[in-house]
């Protein structure tokens, strides 16, 4: 069964440094991967998705995700974090034999002023 | 465009009512995903329509239904209400097809006391 995980409940860091929200995710066949974000009282919001192509996805908000096929993981990052990117952070897997969209547990993410 | 809206936003029942939530997706999306999300479990997914028809079907029991009319709109209906049906529903829409990312509503919170 294809599924994803988010190792980490909570990543804390500083305005300004870079920051990474981790995922690694498990198929069989070429994975469809995506990272959402949600804010306090609202729904998720779409950030990025890997299809094919290049390993590395840019998203909005300043978001990237790099693909890494022989560490089965794709990788939230964005080079310098803002306070107002405080956030649960969700990885998302497509199930292709039940075209289920797999949601993994999420991951809080900090940014302390 | 309109992006997915859900009504109503918050709701109070009381255990052995029921409840009926209402979705209108994105226009010319016709796949409607319903899902679950409690601090506890996460999201879990409900069921996804296409085309007024049930795709998929998540774990729950009978007591969580739905349906999509001809314009693609959606409801779900949860009868006999249990305190444990204290969530926020979050309804999706997409175009068809395993690389199409889900919109997300802002959710309906339900509280059942």
Redesign the interface.
């Known amino acids: 069964a294809q599924s994803v995980a988010q190792p980490e409940d909570q990543v804390n860091v500083a305005e300004g440094n870079p920051l990474t929200v981790k995922c690694t995710y498990s198929v069989s066949g070429n994975p ?1 991967l ?1 990272w ?1 974000v949600q804010y306090p ?6 950030l990025l ?1 890997y ?1 094919t192509g290049d390993n590395l996805v840019k998203g909005s908000y300043g978001f990237e995700a790099e693909f890494n096929k022989s560490q089965t993981s794709f990788h939230l990052k964005k080079p310098s974090a803002l306070v107002s990117d405080s956030a649960l952070y ?1 990885c998302a897997v ?1 199930d ?1 034999l ?6 993994g ?2 991951t809080r993410l900090q940014v302390f002023p | 465009k309109a992006g997915v809206t859900q009504t109503p936003r918050y709701l109070i029942k009381t255990r052995g009512q029921q409840v009926t939530l209402s979705c209108s997706p994105i226009s010319g999306h016709r796949s409607v995903s319903w899902y679950q999300q409690t601090p506890g479990q996460g999201l879990q997914f409900l069921f996804e329509y296409f085309s007024e028809t049930q795709r998929n079907k998540g774990n729950f029991p009978g007591r969580f239904s739905g349906r999509q009319f001809s314009n693609s709109r959606s409801e779900m209906n949860v009868s006999t209400l249990e305190l444990g049906d204290s969530a926020l529903y979050l309804c999706a829409s997409s175009l068809r097809g395993p690389y199409n990312e889900q919109f997300f509503g802002p959710g309906t919170r339900l509280t059942v006391l």
């Open positions: 469809y995506f959402y009282n609202r729904g998720l919001q779409f998705k299809i969700f497509r292709l039940t075209d289920k969209l797999i949601f547990t999420g």
